[in-house]
């Protein structure tokens, strides 16, 4: 069903956590849907210094928010705010049809996140 | 993997090896068609009608009240369709109930879209229908009560009897989806009044694709299947003869060891609940506390999600199943768990353990060592759980 | 009985050791449900997958145009009703002939009571429709031709791709109950656009009680069995996974050896018509000189009643078939038979003798050996006969 | 599906031909339905001193033709009327519900047989 990357992003997701005094935080999804996940961004210089995440949901939701992360480090938030939720897709190998779901709301937690964190520093 | 632990009996489980010794000969010997005349069509026919008088047997029915199918879903269908199409003068109104298994609600959306007309009644939080729902929901047009025996997620039997005895005295017949019941519990179709129930096989340690569905005598069903003149003119379509063969030999284990295995399931079903009440904070028990099928366990744990849940247990070698919508492919968790009251996050977090024929007390060890350990680690990634552990 | 020669293969046919050997790992070791997402529920999945490939390739069809059923008959059933009822906004006019399996009769006749209009093609003395009757037979309502690849009793091949053309022409679904011609004729169903068809695993030595549909993508057709999401929402039921390895293993050593098969069988069964021919007087040989099965002869020796014939056969170990309606427990004799113009008393003294896989000329000569002294044991005893004898 | 007793009346048929010059012949059903009984008789002193029979049809119809003409053989004619098909099914340990018309055949051919030889000499 999932592809190896998925799995190994199931099965040790990196960045799961809090960041306390976190600079963005961005929670998507919901509970009545079986999805909720939660970013959490470190920013200096507008450049993503740490991330970590906490997800409710199925298998490939943690793998997404798992890999999300992973690709936002490090990066500027302009960067950051132009990752897609097919690119999630494409750096685990692919996701089931019915699963597909879960990248958006990856994708719409990091513009979450960095949406608050515009918000509460006024860059907006 | 090394360990594997099979806790999902009520999905499917493994034919048993007295049941395939049955079947190998019909592969390899007695192949023949049971419609011919010549001697080994004979023999096939021979034990086609051996293994309908272990189905009859079993139930409390005469052999010729038993017709051979592919499966639970369609005798299921073919009671539905059956009986509202062969008793459309006297009326359009079907009864089940909310917690009835796809093969028969999606039946009834099908009915409904043909002009019939459906009452689905309401279960209360262990997944019982009340007597008194049933009896206000019956009207003149109404021709068939369909209410399942036991719930496949949440293990709840209802109270089979006293329906028979409200659908006898009003003269509408009922229909029950047995296919969980088989080889758990007591059935006789004449004691409790039921006039058709389907069966699965490869529930109770029998083969994929063959079922039966009894009918009682003189009962107005058209057919499903038509064609060549099978199962007396009723099902058409050349016999499945060795899986009837598995059929046969199953359903009679399964009914000769009744006692002994519920006695065993009961004991480790005890053990495995109390473990996880015990172990596991936030966990609900869902389904009726004594009403249920012996093998059946069915838990929510609040904060995370079900599919999470069973991918972690199938890499500790445990097969287990959810009624979270993951799993389901579809949006909405189980029907089941939304109808005795769950909430959707609640129900997103559910596990349905079922103990079986195989399963041993070191397995229910092994589980309560592993699970507890599993629930934490997602609840630990769950942004609803931040808030219990904060105290809010 | 020492003796014992196989002669009906067009009746069912004994699953062949390759297929028996991948269907029992099946039931010991992959007994998983295939929609659970534990691994051995993900194994189960892959040999479903795998059969429906196999499938697909034998008939130069997609994987997702496969479906797996219960047989020829729930496959001949679904197209049928299936069509008809999702496409009555179309038109209510069906077109089949009058020499189809019953599976497909009946269920015509089923449609018919409720407002279908069902046109029966006749056919000719070789069994074959006419291609002017079907273009003449075609209207404005007409939503789906059903005519078989092969006729089981006297093995009549259809011209299908002349058909296929047609209905593509005038855009009207056209479905072929190939139950009788898969491993014996090739078939691709994009070059001969055939939008659905029906077989059987237990015609081509695969085991009974599974089938398959293929469904041209696109098509539109309602569902048959309603209930779980299996076969992508198609059709309900936990797949007979055992059932459907041995579907796809057969489909493949059936169309991998189609030629050698084809070129053995038209040996032994030239060698069988001819001395059958030549040593029993007043007989005719059924069906298509040519364009037939090359398995299949099928006779009618005058004077004398099939199922005497048969139960003669089977005291020698011969297992064979009869188009008589004493076989058939009806009064009248095979449609098929009387489709070809046979008059009734003629049509009663039928034989079908259907070679395959295990055959051999040994078996021929001994047919060639026991059967002329029956027919005639028989005839010295038929009232009908002494008129011949006398001269008359 | 059948008997025994009927398996060996089919394999084994007693008394049958045709006899030469016959007192009586019977002849019921027809071919169109697959079943013809031929039924021919000797008759002495009201007495059924020879039968033979010929048969179109089905095991059981050659096998309710075998047992009736044993059962008729030697007895008088008035006895023979009384051959009913119920005592001809009893007498082959019974028949498949679909065969019992070829014992109602093997009656009609004993009393057709006999209605002609009655008539033939005039003892109607
Ligand atoms: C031409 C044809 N169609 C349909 C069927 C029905 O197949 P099954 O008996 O496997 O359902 C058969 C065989 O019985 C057949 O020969
Ligand atoms: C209660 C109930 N009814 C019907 C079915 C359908 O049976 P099958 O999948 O064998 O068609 C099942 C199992 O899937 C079931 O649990």
């Known amino acids: 069903m999932y592809s190896e990357k998925v799995m190994d992003h199931f099965t040790s997701p990196r960045n799961v956590g809090e960041i306390e005094n976190a600079d963005g935080i961005g929670e998507v999804g919901n509970a009545k849907c079986g999805d909720i996940m939660k970013i959490y961004l470190k920013i200096e210089n507008d450049i993503i210094k740490d991330v970590k995440f906490k997800t409710f949901g199925c298998g490939a939701a943690v793998a997404t928010s798992s890999i999300a992360t992973e690709m936002i480090k490090g990066k500027t938030i302009e960067e950051a705010l132009k990752l897609t939720n097919k690119a999630v897709v494409e750096a685990l190998d692919g996701l089931p049809p019915q699963k597909i779901h879960c990248s958006v709301l990856a994708e719409e937690a990091v513009k979450a996140a960095i949406e608050d964190y515009k918000k509460k520093h006024n860059k907006q | ?392």
Chains 1, 4 share one sequence.
């Open chain 2, 1 to 392: 993997m090394n360990k594997r632990i099979y806790l999902d009996h009520s999905a499917t489980t493994k034919v048993k090896p007295e049941v395939l010794e049955e079947m190998l000969p019909v592969y390899t010997e007695y192949y023949g068609n049971p419609s011919s005349i010549y001697s080994f069509g004979r023999e096939a026919k021979k034990l086609v009608d051996q293994a309908r008088m272990r189905v009859a047997k079993a139930l409390g029915a005469l052999p010729e009240e038993i017709f051979f199918t592919a499966g639970g879903s369609e005798s299921d269908n073919w009671v539905l369709k059956g009986v509202s199409y062969a008793n459309k003068n006297r009326g359009n109104h079907i009864i089940t109930t909310s917690i009835e298994h796809h093969a028969v609600l999606h039946t009834c959306e099908q009915l409904e879209k043909e002009g019939f007309e459906v009452t689905y009644l309401p279960v209360d939080n262990y997944g019982m229908i009340r007597i008194e729902d049933l009896k206000a929901a019956i009207t003149d047009k109404t021709i068939l009560i369909s209410i399942m025996y036991a719930n496949n997620e949440i293990g709840t039997i209802q109270p089979i009897e006293e329906i028979g005895k409200i659908a006898k005295e009003r003269n509408i017949y009922f229909h029950t989806d047995a296919v969980q019941a088989i080889g758990n519990v007591k059935i006789d179709v004449k004691a409790q009044n039921i006039d058709m129930l389907s069966l699965s096989a490869h529930k109770f340690y029998g083969p994929k694709g063959v079922g039966a569905l009894y009918i009682r005598k003189g009962t107005k069903i058209a057919n499903l299947i038509t064609g060549g003149g099978q199962e007396r003119g009723r099902r058409a379509g050349t016999e499945n003869v060795p899986g009837i063969v598995g059929l046969g030999k199953a359903i009679e284990l399964a009914t000769e060891n009744i006692d002994s295995y519920n006695e065993k399931l009961l004991k480790l079903r005890t053990k495995l609940i109390n473990g996880v009440m015990e172990k596991i904070p936030y966990t609900r028990l869902n389904g009726h506390p004594e009403k249920r099928l012996p093998g059946n366990a069915n838990f929510c744990f609040e904060y995370i999600e079900g599919e999470s849940l069973l991918l972690n247990l199938d890499m500790k070698g445990i097969a287990a199943s959810s009624g979270s919508a993951c799993t389901s492919g579809s949006l909405d968790p189980s029907h089941v768990l939304l109808a005795i009251g769950l909430p959707h996050e609640i129900a997103h977090g559910s596990l349905r353990l079922t103990l079986g024929d195989e399963n041993t007390e070191e397995d229910v060890d092994y589980v309560l060592e592993v699970l507890p350990e599993i629930v934490q680690r997602l609840r630990d990634m769950s942004p609803l759980y931040e808030k219990v552990k904060g105290g809010k």
